[in-house]
């Protein structure tokens, strides 16, 4: 079998970034904690979109293609959140509005 | 008189392609295509979570300490290495090897079989705790903020179970490759399924690994 290593060694790689993730909210919990976690998420999520999603031996239209994906994902949660933050989510009046 | 050839016929592309490698093309561009409107589906979960997760912060920080940290992360281990073997199925599948490939893809299985087994458990466990708010069941907290705990664990549900459904939908495609593989006709065609239920396989692994963090990790110092 071709190509076994490199799936093997990602998955080690996973699991090293989703035990870094857990130690940080076991012990450091917080808003830099938060950050880490999610950095870590991205971090297992190419992992697999790389590795196991074959993205490494893609063609570069396919690659283009998986990255418009992610990225009109972008735009919805960016462009979201914007109005929220721009408009103090934390006023009472917002949270009233959303409620 | 009619020869019967002595070796494999050379595998064909269907009639619409020129050859193979554009049919392959084709396959794995419509697979990224419906994996697009997936994440538009989930996408949809996550940005309504993440809107409220900034509008209550310590709320659902402290609601997502009543979540089994411990039985996340098994999970989560568990559905990485079901789709380190479904990569490595699709490479024996590659070199011809059906029993390699048949072993595999029941490994695959199995550990999500255990993954909703797991997932299960959490679940009857957080109902006895009187920590499901859905359909009509009493939610019992004993935290600040129960409404807004509440909320949190509407979207807990709404994101696992939609996870869930695409597990058991995953599942019951690879039990059909299964079949498949036991007959093992035309192995170029099989490679190419293949390759399209390991891309949805992962697909779902990584929508988990963004349901843990933001419901599991995201949580106040317990």
Redesign the interface.
């Known amino acids: ?4 290593k490199a ?2 060694l ?2 080690l790689a ?2 090293v970034v ?1 035990g870094a ?2 130690t940080v ?2 012990w450091a ?2 808003t830099l904690g ?1 950050v880490f ?2 950095l ?2 991205l971090v ?2 190419s992992l ?2 790389v ?4 993205l490494r031996s ?2 570069n ?2 690659r283009v ?2 990255l ?3 990225m ?2 972008a735009i ?2 960016g462009l ?2 914007m109005d ?2 721009y408009r103090e ?2 006023s009472s009046a ?2 009233s509005a ?1 409620a | 008189m009619t020869t019967i050839p002595s070796t494999t016929p050379k595998a064909k592309p269907d009639e619409q392609f020129d050859d193979l490698t554009q049919q392959r ?1 084709a396959d ?2 419509g697979m ?2 419906f ?2 409107t997936e ?2 589906l989930f ?2 979960v ?2 309504g979570f ?3 997760r ?2 209550y912060p310590e709320a659902f ?1 402290e609601a997502a300490t009543h979540l089994d ?1 411990v039985l996340g ?1 098994l999970n ?2 568990l559905l ?2 079901s ?2 073997f ?3 199925s699709e ?2 599948v ?2 011809d ?1 059906k029993r ?1 490939t048949l072993l595999f893809l029941l490994i695959t299985i199995g550990m999500g079989a255990v993954f909703l087994g797991i997932k299960g458990y959490e679940w009857h466990h957080e109902y006895s705790q009187g920590l499901m708010p859905i359909l009509g069941l009493e939610f019992v907290y004993s935290g600040q903020h129960a409404d807004r705990a509440q909320l949190f664990f509407n979207f807990y549900y709404a994101m696992t179970g939609l996870h869930a459904m695409h597990m058991g939908v995953g599942m019951i495609w690879l039990m059909v490759m299964v079949v498949f593989t036991l007959r093992w006709r035309d192995p170029p065609r099989l490679r190419r399924q293949f ?1 399209i239920s ?2 949805y396989w ?2 779902v ?2 929508m988990w ?2 349901i ?2 933001l419901l ?6 317990s």
């Open positions: 079998m071709k190509d076994v799936p093997i990602a998955w996973y699991l989703l993730s857990i909210t076991r919990p917080g938060h976690n999610l870590c998420a297992m999520a697999v979109m590795f196991f999603m074959g893609a063609d239209l396919l293609f998986a418009a994906t992610l009109w994902l919805m949660l979201t959140m929220y933050v989510i934390g917002m949270l959303i | 093309h794995l561009m990224w295509l994996l697009a994440l538009m996408g949809g996550f940005t993440v809107v409220y900034y509008a920080a940290l992360m989560t281990g990485v290495t789709s380190l479904m990569a490595l490479r024996a590659g070199a090897r390699l390759q390991g891309l992962a697909f692994d990584v690994i963004f843990f963090t599991y990790l995201l949580r106040a110092s």
